[in-house]
Protein backbone atom coordinates (compact mmCIF):
# COMPACT_ATOMS: atom_id res chain seq x y z
CA UNK A 1 0.00 0.00 0.00
CA UNK A 2 1.34 3.53 -1.05
CA UNK A 3 2.26 6.07 2.18
CA UNK A 4 -1.09 6.14 3.91
CA UNK A 5 -2.91 9.95 3.51
CA UNK A 6 -4.20 9.72 7.25
CA UNK A 7 -1.91 9.38 9.84
CA UNK A 8 -4.44 8.82 12.80
CA UNK A 9 -7.45 7.64 12.71
CA UNK A 10 -10.44 6.71 15.39
CA UNK A 11 -12.95 3.34 15.26
CA UNK A 12 -16.43 3.88 17.26
CA UNK A 13 -19.66 1.55 17.63
CA UNK A 14 -22.95 3.04 17.32
CA UNK A 15 -26.74 1.99 17.83
CA UNK A 16 -27.84 -1.55 18.77
CA UNK A 17 -24.62 -3.77 19.36
CA UNK A 18 -24.45 -6.61 16.98
CA UNK A 19 -22.62 -10.08 17.62
CA UNK A 20 -18.89 -9.68 15.11
CA UNK A 21 -18.22 -5.63 16.22
CA UNK A 22 -15.37 -6.81 18.07
CA UNK A 23 -13.81 -9.23 15.47
CA UNK A 24 -14.00 -5.75 12.95
CA UNK A 25 -12.87 -3.28 16.22
CA UNK A 26 -9.85 -5.92 16.22
CA UNK A 27 -9.67 -5.31 12.70
CA UNK A 28 -9.62 -1.96 12.10
CA UNK A 29 -7.15 -1.39 15.01
CA UNK A 30 -4.36 -4.23 13.76
CA UNK A 31 -4.96 -2.88 10.36
CA UNK A 32 -4.13 0.77 11.20
CA UNK A 33 -0.80 -0.69 13.15
CA UNK A 34 -0.04 -2.36 10.51
CA UNK A 35 -0.06 0.65 8.52
CA UNK A 36 1.94 2.28 11.17
CA UNK A 37 -1.32 4.91 11.58
CA UNK A 38 -1.91 6.01 15.35
CA UNK A 39 -5.15 4.26 16.72
CA UNK A 40 -7.65 5.40 19.24
CA UNK A 41 -10.96 4.00 20.53
CA UNK A 42 -13.97 6.11 21.39
CA UNK A 43 -15.77 4.71 24.15
CA UNK A 44 -19.96 4.41 24.08
CA UNK A 45 -19.77 5.97 20.55
CA UNK A 46 -20.62 9.61 19.64
CA UNK A 47 -21.45 9.58 23.52
CA UNK A 48 -17.84 9.33 24.12
CA UNK A 49 -16.85 11.59 21.52
CA UNK A 50 -18.77 14.61 23.25
CA UNK A 51 -17.91 13.46 26.54
CA UNK A 52 -14.01 13.50 24.91
CA UNK A 53 -13.68 9.47 25.94
CA UNK A 54 -11.40 8.40 23.24
CA UNK A 55 -7.94 6.23 24.38
CA UNK A 56 -5.17 5.28 22.21
CA UNK A 57 -4.78 1.59 21.03
CA UNK A 58 -2.49 -0.93 20.27
CA UNK A 59 -2.38 -4.31 18.52
CA UNK A 60 -2.61 -5.65 22.72
CA UNK A 61 -6.12 -3.87 23.12
CA UNK A 62 -7.99 -6.38 20.93
CA UNK A 63 -6.35 -9.50 21.82
CA UNK A 64 -8.72 -12.28 22.44
CA UNK A 65 -11.93 -10.79 21.66
CA UNK A 66 -12.57 -12.26 18.30
CA UNK A 67 -14.83 -14.74 20.24
CA UNK A 68 -16.79 -12.13 22.15
CA UNK A 69 -20.10 -10.85 21.29
CA UNK A 70 -21.11 -7.19 22.05
CA UNK A 71 -18.16 -4.84 22.22
CA UNK A 72 -15.69 -3.76 24.13
CA UNK A 73 -16.03 0.02 23.01
CA UNK A 74 -19.06 -0.14 24.39
CA UNK A 75 -22.29 1.46 22.55
CA UNK A 76 -24.86 3.75 22.27
CA UNK A 77 -27.97 6.20 20.63
CA UNK A 78 -26.61 9.37 20.98
CA UNK A 79 -29.80 11.98 20.08
CA UNK A 80 -27.49 14.47 21.07
CA UNK A 81 -25.15 14.23 18.97
CA UNK A 82 -27.77 15.68 16.30
CA UNK A 83 -27.59 18.46 17.19
CA UNK A 84 -24.58 20.58 15.44
CA UNK A 85 -23.53 22.84 18.45
CA UNK A 86 -22.47 19.19 20.25
CA UNK A 87 -20.78 18.03 17.05
CA UNK A 88 -19.10 20.96 17.11
CA UNK A 89 -17.42 19.83 20.00
CA UNK A 90 -17.07 16.72 19.21
CA UNK A 91 -14.68 17.62 16.52
CA UNK A 92 -12.79 19.59 18.71
CA UNK A 93 -11.95 16.58 20.94
CA UNK A 94 -10.91 14.40 17.66
CA UNK A 95 -8.68 17.42 16.61
CA UNK A 96 -6.99 17.88 18.93
CA UNK A 97 -5.66 14.74 18.87
CA UNK A 98 -4.46 14.59 15.54
CA UNK A 99 -7.50 12.14 14.12
CA UNK A 100 -8.06 12.41 10.62
CA UNK A 101 -10.24 9.51 9.83
CA UNK A 102 -12.94 7.62 11.59
CA UNK A 103 -14.52 4.27 11.58
CA UNK A 104 -18.09 4.11 12.42
CA UNK A 105 -19.65 0.55 12.99
CA UNK A 106 -23.24 0.81 13.01
CA UNK A 107 -26.35 1.49 11.53
CA UNK A 108 -27.56 3.99 8.88
CA UNK A 109 -28.72 6.49 11.75
CA UNK A 110 -25.10 6.15 12.73
CA UNK A 111 -23.70 6.99 9.18
CA UNK A 112 -26.23 10.16 9.54
CA UNK A 113 -24.12 11.15 12.33
CA UNK A 114 -20.54 10.38 10.48
CA UNK A 115 -21.72 11.90 7.35
CA UNK A 116 -22.32 15.62 8.64
CA UNK A 117 -19.43 15.24 11.26
CA UNK A 118 -17.49 14.91 7.65
CA UNK A 119 -19.33 17.82 6.35
CA UNK A 120 -18.80 20.05 9.05
CA UNK A 121 -14.41 19.11 9.03
CA UNK A 122 -11.88 18.00 7.28
CA UNK A 123 -12.50 14.09 9.05
CA UNK A 124 -12.53 11.90 6.93
CA UNK A 125 -15.47 8.93 7.75
CA UNK A 126 -16.04 5.42 6.51
CA UNK A 127 -19.00 3.61 7.81
CA UNK A 128 -19.02 -0.31 8.04
CA UNK A 129 -22.56 -1.84 8.55
CA UNK A 130 -23.27 -3.51 12.05
CA UNK A 131 -26.45 -4.56 12.84
CA UNK A 132 -28.63 -7.58 13.59
CA UNK A 133 -31.19 -6.28 11.13
CA UNK A 134 -29.33 -6.57 7.75
CA UNK A 135 -31.74 -3.57 6.51
CA UNK A 136 -28.38 -1.25 4.62
CA UNK A 137 -28.58 -0.99 0.99
CA UNK A 138 -25.42 -1.24 -0.34
CA UNK A 139 -23.99 -4.53 1.10
CA UNK A 140 -25.69 -8.05 1.11
CA UNK A 141 -24.69 -8.79 5.07
CA UNK A 142 -24.27 -6.55 7.93
CA UNK A 143 -22.15 -7.64 10.85
CA UNK A 144 -24.22 -9.20 12.99
CA UNK A 145 -26.97 -10.85 11.15
CA UNK A 146 -25.47 -14.39 10.47
CA UNK A 147 -25.32 -14.81 14.53
CA UNK A 148 -29.01 -12.99 15.08
CA UNK A 149 -30.69 -15.30 12.63
CA UNK A 150 -28.42 -18.45 14.23
CA UNK A 151 -29.86 -17.75 17.89
CA UNK A 152 -33.49 -17.39 16.53
CA UNK A 153 -33.56 -20.55 14.53
CA UNK A 154 -32.06 -22.39 17.23
CA UNK A 155 -34.44 -20.56 19.40
CA UNK A 156 -37.15 -21.75 17.17
CA UNK A 157 -35.97 -25.08 16.89
CA UNK A 158 -36.34 -25.69 20.58
CA UNK A 159 -39.67 -24.25 20.60
CA UNK A 160 -40.95 -26.93 17.43
CA UNK A 161 -40.10 -29.61 20.25
CA UNK A 162 -42.42 -28.70 22.51
CA UNK A 163 -44.80 -27.04 19.73
CA UNK A 164 -44.81 -30.51 18.41
CA UNK A 165 -45.30 -32.55 21.61
CA UNK A 166 -48.65 -30.30 22.80
CA UNK A 167 -49.73 -29.70 19.06
CA UNK A 168 -49.59 -26.57 19.57
CA UNK A 169 -49.43 -23.07 17.48
CA UNK A 170 -46.33 -20.42 18.65
CA UNK A 171 -46.17 -16.94 17.47
CA UNK A 172 -41.99 -16.29 18.25
CA UNK A 173 -41.28 -12.81 17.73
CA UNK A 174 -38.13 -11.59 16.49
CA UNK A 175 -35.97 -8.37 16.07
CA UNK A 176 -36.55 -5.99 13.53
CA UNK A 177 -38.47 -2.45 14.13
CA UNK A 178 -38.36 -1.75 10.13
CA UNK A 179 -36.99 -4.60 8.63
CA UNK A 180 -38.31 -8.36 7.96
CA UNK A 181 -34.73 -9.98 7.22
CA UNK A 182 -34.12 -11.78 10.86
CA UNK A 183 -37.71 -13.12 10.63
CA UNK A 184 -38.02 -14.19 7.08
CA UNK A 185 -34.29 -16.43 6.91
CA UNK A 186 -34.79 -17.56 10.73
CA UNK A 187 -38.36 -18.58 9.37
CA UNK A 188 -37.06 -20.11 6.16
CA UNK A 189 -34.06 -21.97 8.25
CA UNK A 190 -36.15 -23.15 11.05
CA UNK A 191 -39.18 -24.22 9.00
CA UNK A 192 -42.26 -21.88 9.94
CA UNK A 193 -45.36 -22.03 8.78
CA UNK A 194 -45.69 -18.49 7.90
CA UNK A 195 -43.50 -15.32 8.36
CA UNK A 196 -45.14 -11.55 8.92
CA UNK A 197 -42.84 -8.88 8.50
CA UNK A 198 -43.18 -5.33 7.96
CA UNK A 199 -42.78 -5.41 4.14
CA UNK A 200 -45.79 -7.08 3.43
CA UNK A 201 -48.98 -6.02 4.87
CA UNK A 202 -50.57 -8.85 7.08
CA UNK A 203 -53.86 -9.97 6.62
CA UNK A 204 -55.32 -11.73 9.73
CA UNK A 205 -57.60 -13.63 7.52
CA UNK A 206 -55.41 -14.68 5.30
CA UNK A 207 -53.51 -16.42 8.19
CA UNK A 208 -56.09 -18.23 9.68
CA UNK A 209 -56.90 -19.43 6.55
CA UNK A 210 -53.54 -20.54 6.38
CA UNK A 211 -53.64 -22.57 9.56
CA UNK A 212 -56.88 -24.02 8.87
CA UNK A 213 -55.83 -25.38 5.61
CA UNK A 214 -52.75 -26.61 7.40
CA UNK A 215 -54.81 -28.59 10.21
CA UNK A 216 -56.98 -29.77 6.85
CA UNK A 217 -53.43 -31.31 5.52
CA UNK A 218 -52.51 -33.16 8.85
CA UNK A 219 -50.80 -30.40 10.49
CA UNK A 220 -50.41 -30.70 14.45
CA UNK A 221 -48.45 -27.94 15.37
CA UNK A 222 -47.59 -24.70 13.99
CA UNK A 223 -44.89 -21.83 14.18
CA UNK A 224 -45.28 -18.52 13.00
CA UNK A 225 -42.52 -16.00 12.88
CA UNK A 226 -43.60 -12.26 13.97
CA UNK A 227 -40.54 -9.38 12.90
CA UNK A 228 -41.88 -7.17 16.01
CA UNK A 229 -42.21 -4.42 13.72
CA UNK A 230 -45.12 -6.08 11.61
CA UNK A 231 -47.89 -3.92 10.90
CA UNK A 232 -50.26 -6.48 12.86
CA UNK A 233 -48.27 -4.61 16.10
CA UNK A 234 -46.21 -8.02 17.00
CA UNK A 235 -46.34 -11.42 18.37
CA UNK A 236 -48.96 -11.20 21.55
CA UNK A 237 -50.86 -8.62 19.33
CA UNK A 238 -51.40 -10.74 16.48
CA UNK A 239 -51.66 -14.48 18.22
CA UNK A 240 -55.08 -12.51 19.98
CA UNK A 241 -56.55 -11.70 16.92
CA UNK A 242 -55.86 -15.35 15.28
CA UNK A 243 -57.07 -16.84 18.67
CA UNK A 244 -59.86 -15.19 18.64
CA UNK A 245 -60.54 -16.10 14.65
CA UNK A 246 -59.34 -19.37 15.09
CA UNK A 247 -61.02 -20.69 18.24
CA UNK A 248 -58.06 -22.52 19.04
CA UNK A 249 -54.88 -21.09 21.55
CA UNK A 250 -51.77 -20.37 20.96
CA UNK A 251 -48.72 -19.32 22.95
CA UNK A 252 -46.27 -16.32 22.28
CA UNK A 253 -42.15 -15.95 22.78
CA UNK A 254 -40.46 -12.91 22.19
CA UNK A 255 -37.06 -13.67 21.64
CA UNK A 256 -35.64 -10.09 22.15
CA UNK A 257 -32.27 -9.34 22.94
CA UNK A 258 -31.28 -12.60 23.16
CA UNK A 259 -30.68 -11.83 19.62
CA UNK A 260 -27.78 -9.74 20.00
CA UNK A 261 -25.41 -11.40 22.16
CA UNK A 262 -23.56 -14.54 21.83
CA UNK A 263 -20.09 -15.31 20.36
CA UNK A 264 -20.04 -14.06 16.51
CA UNK A 265 -20.36 -17.44 13.85
CA UNK A 266 -17.49 -17.85 11.75
CA UNK A 267 -19.60 -16.07 8.73
CA UNK A 268 -19.46 -12.48 11.17
CA UNK A 269 -16.18 -12.97 12.24
CA UNK A 270 -14.93 -13.13 8.87
CA UNK A 271 -17.11 -10.48 7.30
CA UNK A 272 -15.85 -8.49 10.70
CA UNK A 273 -12.24 -8.91 9.24
CA UNK A 274 -12.61 -7.72 5.97
CA UNK A 275 -15.03 -5.02 6.25
CA UNK A 276 -12.64 -3.86 8.76
CA UNK A 277 -9.59 -3.96 6.88
CA UNK A 278 -11.64 -2.54 3.98
CA UNK A 279 -12.42 0.60 6.00
CA UNK A 280 -8.84 1.57 7.01
CA UNK A 281 -7.47 0.94 3.82
CA UNK A 282 -10.15 3.18 2.21
CA UNK A 283 -9.08 5.84 4.76
CA UNK A 284 -5.46 5.58 3.95
CA UNK A 285 -6.34 6.34 0.14
CA UNK A 286 -8.06 9.49 1.29
CA UNK A 287 -11.33 8.10 0.75
CA UNK A 288 -14.53 9.68 2.63
CA UNK A 289 -18.51 9.34 3.04
CA UNK A 290 -18.32 5.95 2.21
CA UNK A 291 -19.64 2.85 3.35
CA UNK A 292 -17.77 -0.35 2.80
CA UNK A 293 -20.02 -3.65 2.22
CA UNK A 294 -19.81 -6.94 0.49
CA UNK A 295 -22.01 -7.58 -2.38
CA UNK A 296 -22.20 -11.08 -4.24
CA UNK A 297 -18.82 -11.91 -2.24
CA UNK A 298 -16.99 -8.96 -3.35
CA UNK A 299 -15.75 -5.92 -1.38
CA UNK A 300 -18.05 -3.05 -2.59
CA UNK A 301 -17.80 0.50 -1.53
CA UNK A 302 -21.18 2.98 -1.72
CA UNK A 303 -22.11 6.21 -0.66
CA UNK A 304 -22.48 6.41 2.68
CA UNK A 305 -25.93 8.41 2.46
CA UNK A 306 -27.01 5.74 0.16
CA UNK A 307 -27.30 3.58 2.96
CA UNK A 308 -30.68 5.87 4.49
CA UNK A 309 -31.76 7.04 1.50
CA UNK A 310 -31.79 3.92 -0.66
CA UNK A 311 -34.05 1.21 0.87
CA UNK A 312 -32.86 -2.43 0.72
CA UNK A 313 -35.31 -4.73 -1.06
CA UNK A 314 -36.64 -7.87 0.94
CA UNK A 315 -36.15 -11.06 -1.01
CA UNK A 316 -39.40 -12.10 -3.03
CA UNK A 317 -37.55 -15.13 -3.31
CA UNK A 318 -37.27 -16.01 0.63
CA UNK A 319 -40.89 -15.01 0.48
CA UNK A 320 -42.17 -17.29 -2.25
CA UNK A 321 -39.96 -20.01 -0.71
CA UNK A 322 -41.63 -19.85 2.47
CA UNK A 323 -45.02 -19.90 0.61
CA UNK A 324 -43.65 -23.29 -1.26
CA UNK A 325 -41.93 -25.25 1.92
CA UNK A 326 -44.70 -24.94 4.48
CA UNK A 327 -47.06 -26.56 2.48
O1 LIG B 1 -30.06 -2.84 16.53
C1 LIG B 1 -31.23 -3.16 15.93
C2 LIG B 1 -32.24 -3.57 16.96
O2 LIG B 1 -31.83 -4.74 17.61
C3 LIG B 1 -33.64 -3.74 16.40
O3 LIG B 1 -33.86 -4.99 15.80
C4 LIG B 1 -34.48 -3.49 17.62
O4 LIG B 1 -35.75 -3.06 17.25
C5 LIG B 1 -33.73 -2.44 18.34
O5 LIG B 1 -32.39 -2.56 17.93
C6 LIG B 1 -33.83 -2.50 19.84
O6 LIG B 1 -33.09 -1.46 20.37
P1 LIG B 1 -32.79 -1.24 21.92
O7 LIG B 1 -31.84 -2.32 22.34
O8 LIG B 1 -32.18 0.10 22.00
O9 LIG B 1 -34.09 -1.39 22.61
Keep these: ?7 SIAVLCSG ?21 MEVFGVI ?12 PMTARSVSNIISRGGT ?53 VVGIPGTIDND ?14 NVAMDAIDKIRDTAASHDRIFFVEVMGRHAGYIALEAGVAAGAEDVLIPEVKTDPDALVKNLRDGL ?44 RGGSPTAFDRVLA ?5 AAVHELAMGRSRIMVGVVQ ?31
Design 1 to 7: MAKSKVK
Design 136 to 149: INGTDFTIGYDTAI
Design 216 to 259: ARGKTSSIIVVAEGDDAGGALKIAAVVEKKLGIMSKVTILGHLQ
Design 72 to 124: ILKTARCLEFMKKSKRKKAITNLQRRGIGGLVVIGGDGSFHGAHYLSMESKIK
Design 16 to 36: GDSSGMNPCVRAVVRTAVYHG
Design 297 to 327: GKIKTSRLDHAWKVKKPISREMLKLNEILSV
Design 44 to 55: RGYQGMLDDQIE
Design 273 to 277: SRLGV
